[in-house]
């Protein structure tokens, strides 16, 4: 071949290639706005001020919201970050800074194993532990089902962050004659602040839409759910009972509620990304 | 202590009539460094400030310091040069403890500092008492202010004013005021490279240690920030002792009053700077130093 035609051969690669790739990301992107885009035409209308004040309406009366769902959800959440972020924040500066070449090792593939534990499998245990014991569904075991499985992501990113900082920084304040956790808490942990809160946001951001566990521990509440020991309505799980019922009205309320989750999920992704991107370029020099 | 250029190749060899020396060449006999141990070699009025007794140092199964022996002048400056991976580093991080951060390193030998076994003080209290400053410059991620204020936070017992008060003296002594006096709570990470290895040095002597260790100081310097860092440690020597690694032998000659020599784990010779240039006393010495090697 000419080096003429071996030119030529090679732009066309390079073209067919571009376009490959051009499409499957047009594809991802699509999706996405796909998704947002059908559930904003289908639910955003039904949003409205009473949407995310009021309590559900018994069908046939139009109106109504979920406002209970909302706070529901927020409360559930809040159990869940409470429980999963200290567990899996220690664990992950054990696994980095402590952990002893095979005890380190066998938590490290656990902590995989129960990330992919089903989170329906995970409901049925919280429903072992929390549920039957205390007789009734409540907020309490909605949280730890979501707090358990917020665990080893925590623990994770927590971890990857913290391998992340320079050895450099922990031999500087070990050697200024800093004891070892001292040097964790001043040096090493604010240094691996934003990944680490990024890491928990993103984490939060995926429990926020899980729906299995929550069926069978807070399992669902059309009124108000105050404390921690009732049943109590989430969104992921309004969804589902709205979704599969048979009433138009319930349908169009579940869209308003699946737009509405994924918008907060999608807040919670893209803040998490830019705080991380705003450390990044702090540190580049 | 007059400053020397490093000799040119075929200056005159030593007589082998120095004391303690061994035969040139003599690779079979145990190294017995000239002058190290002996007590004519510090001059009147030069203190010892640290004593290594036969330090062996382990990596795991491999040996990295073979019976290393000598003494470190106080308020003087001691010099380490060798080929790259001869343990001059490795050695330096004995004398701090700073070894012992990393798994599988074991040490048997006694080092001592005014006379007590560093093995036996606490380990922060020896971290403290000799500071280390390392090759690659690694100011934390906080404010100028604050990286110099570390170690005595750390330590504790201050008052704010006396913190403040530390912090301008060792910018000052590590001639770094001037340039940042205006902008101490600003980011470290916004000074050059030279800055950030003087802010460095000015957190290192914040804790005003009695022996201060540095790994390359100025290996990733530009020649002017090179100079700058070496006139301040030769004003430094007056109230600290000052230990370096450099393999850069001008500098070593420039800036130290006693120079020993690592090659392959062993400390080959370890004498007052001009012997090293100019009159080595063993040939590896002076293969090294006229540039035959490494």
């Known amino acids: 071949m000419t080096s003429a035609g071996r030119r030529r051969r090679r732009d066309a690669v390079n073209n067919v290639m571009l376009t490959l790739t051009g499409l499957s990301t047009l594809l991802i992107c699509g999706l996405l706005f796909f998704v947002l885009g059908y559930l904003f035409l289908k639910g955003a209308s039904t949003l409205d001020w009473a949407f995310f004040t009021e309590l559900p309406k018994p069908v046939g009366e139009t109106g109504g919201g979920m406002a209970n769902a909302i706070v529901g959800s927020a409360k559930m959440l809040a159990l869940a970050t409470a429980i999963g972020v200290p567990i899996g924040f220690l664990g992950g500066v054990y696994l980095a800074e402590y952990g002893q070449k095979g005890f380190a090792f066998v938590v490290q593939y656990l902590t995989d194993l129960l990330n992919g534990v089903p989170s329906i499998v995970i409901g049925i245990f919280a429903y072992t532990v929390v549920v039957l014991r205390m007789h009734h569904f409540s907020t309490l075991a909605g949280g730890v089902a979501l707090g358990i499985m917020m665990i080893p992501i925590a623990v994770r990113s927590t971890e990857e962050f913290l391998h992340a900082v320079p050895r450099g920084l922990r031999e500087g304040a070990l050697a200024l004659g800093a004891p070892k956790w001292r040097m964790l808490a001043t040096v090493v942990v604010p240094a691996a602040k934003q990944g680490i809160i990024t890491g928990i946001m993103l984490d939060l951001a995926r429990v926020a839409g899980e729906t299995a566990p929550l069926l069978f521990t807070s399992f669902g509440n059309q009124f108000w759910s105050p404390g921690f020991n009732q049943p109590a309505a989430s969104l992921p799980a309004m969804i589902f009972k709205y979704a599969t019922s048979p009433y138009a009205d319930w349908h169009r309320q579940a869209f308003a509620a699946g737009f509405v989750l994924l918008m907060l999920i999608l807040t919670i992704n893209v803040s998490a990304r830019l705080i991380l991107s705003r450390s990044r370029l702090s540190r580049a020099r | ?294």
Not at chain 2, 231 to 252: R, Y
Request: aromatic share 8%; hydrophobic share 40%; net charge negative.
């Open chain 2, 1 to 294: 202590m007059p400053r020397l250029t490093t000799p040119m190749p075929g200056s005159p060899k030593p007589s082998e009539e120095l004391a303690g020396s061994s035969p040139a060449g003599d690779a079979a006999a145990p190294v017995t460094v000239q002058g190290a141990a002996s007590a004519e070699l510090f001059g009147p009025g030069v203190e010892e400030k640290m004593r290594i007794t036969g330090l062996n140092f382990f990596y795991d199964k491999s040996q990295a310091l073979y019976d290393v022996s000598l003494r470190i002048p106080t308020n003087h400056v001691t010099a380490f040069i060798g080929p790259s991976g001869c343990g001059k580093s490795t050695f330096l991080r004995t004398l701090n403890r700073m070894f012992e951060t990393v798994k599988g390193t074991r040490v048997e030998g006694d080092v001592r500092l005014d006379g007590e076994d560093i093995f036996d003080l606490d380990v922060t209290s020896v971290r403290r008492r000799v500071g280390m400053v390392f090759q690659k410059s690694n100011p934390f991620p906080k404010s100028i202010f604050d990286n110099v204020a570390y170690g005595l936070r750390v330590n504790g017992g201050l008052s704010r004013a006396q913190v403040a008060e530390r912090v301008e003296r060792s910018l000052v002594r590590a001639a770094l005021w001037d340039e940042v006096k205006h902008k101490l709570h600003e980011s470290a990470y916004g000074l050059s490279g030279g800055q950030q290895q003087r802010l460095c040095i000015a957190r290192a002597l914040a804790v005003d240690p009695e022996v201060l260790l540095l790994d390359e100081p100025c290996s990733a310097l530009d020649p002017i920030a090179t100079a700058k860092i070496e006139e301040l440690l030769l004003g430094l020597a007056d109230s600290c002792t000052i230990v370096i690694v450099t393999h850069n032998m001008q500098q070593a000659a420039r800036v130290s009053d006693y120079t020993g020599f690592f090659l392959m784990g062993k400390l080959v010779e370890f004498d007052r700077t001009e012997q090293i240039f100019q009159a080595p006393a063993r040939k590896e010495t002076e293969d090294y130093v006229t540039g035959r090697f490494g």
